[in-house]
């Protein structure tokens, strides 16, 4: 399937799903990379090591710093998809160096947890 690239790179991994927006600010502990917003459908959930698609990031702007927390301690997604691709989202997988792209609604939904998918951040593609 063909996306939209806006951090290029290239990442091999699981799937792991949220249907919620993810605020990584609140939401995301930056030491261990598990979800720790209770009311989140991805609560307790490691993030690190996996493709993580999720609709789109929410909240304040200093979740990009968030982003590279969780890169900086090895606990950072190998590769992010969303159907939008906010500014602390992208501006965080920017300064992490984890590919983000784009995908259209028929495409993201077909994506499902557990699947191995590889990223091509670099020619816009998901395989």
Same mark, same amino acid.
């Given at each position: 399937?063909? $996306? %939209?690239? *806006?951090? +290029?790179?290239?990442?091999?991994?699981?799937?792991?799903?949220?249907?919620?927006?993810?605020?990584?600010?609140?939401?995301?502990?930056?030491?261990?990379? +598990?979800? +720790?917003?209770?009311?989140? /459908?991805?609560?307790?959930? @490691?993030?690190?090591?996996? *493709?993580?698609? @999720?609709?789109?990031?929410?909240?304040?702007?200093?979740?990009?710093?968030? *982003?590279?927390?969780?890169?900086?301690?090895?606990?950072?997604?190998?590769?992010? $998809?969303?159907?939008?691709?906010?500014?602390?989202?992208?501006?965080?997988?920017?300064?992490?160096? *984890?590919?983000?792209?784009?995908?259209? %609604?028929? /495409?993201?939904?077909?994506?499902? /947890?557990?699947?191995?998918?590889?990223?091509?951040?670099? /020619?816009?593609?998901?395989?």
């Amino acid at each position: 399937m063909n $996306v %939209k690239v *806006i951090v +290029r790179g290239k990442a091999n991994g699981t799937v792991l799903c949220a249907q919620k927006p993810i605020n990584f600010l609140g939401g995301i502990d930056k030491k261990t990379g +598990r979800v +720790r917003d209770e009311k989140h /459908d991805l609560f307790g959930k @490691f993030l690190g090591d996996k *493709i993580l698609v @999720f609709p789109n990031g929410v909240g304040s702007s200093v979740g990009a710093y968030t *982003i590279y927390s969780l890169k900086y301690n090895k606990s950072a997604p190998l590769a992010m $998809v969303c159907l939008n691709a906010d500014i602390t989202t992208a501006s965080g997988c920017a300064i992490s160096n *984890i590919p983000l792209v784009v995908a259209e %609604k028929k /495409d993201y939904e077909s994506l499902k /947890d557990g699947q191995e998918i590889t990223i091509d951040a670099i /020619d816009g593609k998901i395989l």
